[in-house]
T-cell receptor
Framework: NAGVTQTPKFRVLKTGQSMTLLCAQD?????MYWYRQDPGMGLRLIHY???????AKGEVPDGYNVSRLKKQNFLLGLESAAPSQTSVYFC??????????????FGPGTRLTVL | QKEVEQDPGPLSVPEGAIVSLNCTYS??????FMWYRQYSRKGPELLMY????GNKEDGRFTAQVDKSSKYISLFIRDSQPSDSATYLC??????????????FGKGTLLTVNP
């Protein structure tokens, strides 16, 4: 299993440009999450999904949109990038098997710089 | 008051030292407690997972939960340079639907010097 993969690994955008970050998981997990990680701020939840076709807002959703058309994929979109969105973005997935080990498994991250 | 407080460090210790990492929390509904390890420029990986109060040991790592004090700890025995990483505590309450969301501490940066 590849686990959780993220595409791209690095990206530089200019202010106002748009882009989509792709997260894919091959573990048949129900839940998927998008976080951003900034120095001194820790991990902050942007959006999450509790199943195919569902999405919900997290702690810092403004400026981002998401879609989960397929169970294995979770897309994060930036419609008009701003310098404040410069960050490292992590995707995570989680199973729902009713066991104690049902916790989040993270991808390797996408480093985004907005100039 | 933030839901989860974690001393960001940085913490620097010599190889072989015993390391103690801690988090305090304010939400009494938290029941599931995790420690993640994050190497530089990598994603967090699950290290330890505990439910409710008590201790759990896995090799050189021991996770301890004291729900009465709302305090969790991670102990690393015989620390190695390969333990150098940021350690994040995480916790959640009753499980199901949106309750699967985790609340993270900001992480403690640990360096183990050879």
């Amino acid at each position: 299993n590849a686990g959780v993969t993220q595409t791209p690994k690095f990206r530089v955008l200019k202010t106002g440009q748009s882009m989509t970050l792709l997260c894919a998981q091959d573990m048949n997990h129900e839940y998927m999450y998008w976080y951003r990680q900034d120095p001194g701020m820790g991990l902050r939840l942007i959006h999450y999904s509790v199943g195919e076709g569902t999405t919900a807002k997290g702690e810092v959703p403004d400026g981002y949109n998401v879609s989960r058309l397929k169970k294995q994929n979770f897309l994060l979109g930036l419609e008009s990038a701003a310098p404040s969105q410069t960050s490292v973005y992590f995707c995570a997935s989680q199973p729902d098997r009713g066991g104690l080990k049902d916790t989040q498994y993270f991808g390797p991250g996408t480093r985004l710089t907005v100039l | 008051q933030k839901e989860v407080e974690q001393d960001p460090g940085p913490l620097s210790v010599p190889e072989g030292a015993i390391v103690s990492l801690n988090c305090t929390y304010s939400n009494s509904a938290f029941q599931y407690f995790m420690w993640y390890r994050q190497y530089s420029r990598k994603g967090p990986e699950l290290l330890m997972y505990t439910y409710s109060s008590g201790n759990k040991e896995d090799g050189r790592f021991t996770a301890q939960v004291d729900k009465s004090s709302k305090y969790i700890s991670l102990f690393i025995r015989d620390s190695q340079p390969s333990d150098s990483a940021t350690y994040l505590c995480a916790m959640t309450g009753r499980r199901g639907g949106s309750n699967y969301k985790l609340t993270f501490g900001k992480g403690t940066l640990l360096t183990v010097n050879p």
